[in-house]
Nanobody, 124 residues
Framework: QLQASGGGLVQAGGSLTLSCTAS????????MAWFRQAPGKEREFVSA????????LYADSVKGRFTISRDNAKNMVYLQMDSLKPDDTAVYYC???????????????????WGQGTQVTVSS
């Protein structure tokens, strides 16, 4: 099970940190990621981190503003979001799966387990 939290309402230029707690198994050997979905749009890749805190991947739209991290001892993954823009408004989902190819990290269908999502709203 995955439980995302930390969403909320923030002004443009502000920051939020999302957290995702994984339970039920040890996710040390799992790739973890964040996706988002805005109303009327498809689910969009945001960022991923390889198992055991390895390589990271970011969507171009968030590169340089968002930072993904994980604490395997606590089975948690985080998304630090800075310089937020109104276009970042969406429901943010954390997700995880056993190791996949690096090229598959940005593909929603690569992931086996999804959390319920947390709403992020950025006002202009």
């Amino acid at each position: 099970q995955l439980q995302a939290s930390g969403g909320g309402l923030v002004q443009a230029g502000g920051s939020l940190t999302l957290s995702c707690t994984a339970s039920g198994r040890t996710f040390r050997d799992y790739d973890m990621a964040w996706f988002r979905q805005a109303p009327g749009k498809e689910r969009e890749f945001v960022s991923a981190m390889r198992y055991r805190g390895g390589a990271t991947l970011y969507a171009d739209s968030v590169k340089g503003r968002f930072t993904i991290s994980r604490d395997n001892a606590k089975n948690m993954v985080y998304l630090q979001m800075d310089s937020l823009k109104p276009d970042d408004t969406a429901v943010y989902y954390c997700t995880t799966t056993p190791r996949v190819a690096y090229s598959a990290l940005a593909v929603p269908s690569s992931y086996a387990y999804w959390g319920q999502g947390t709403q992020v709203t950025v006002s202009s």
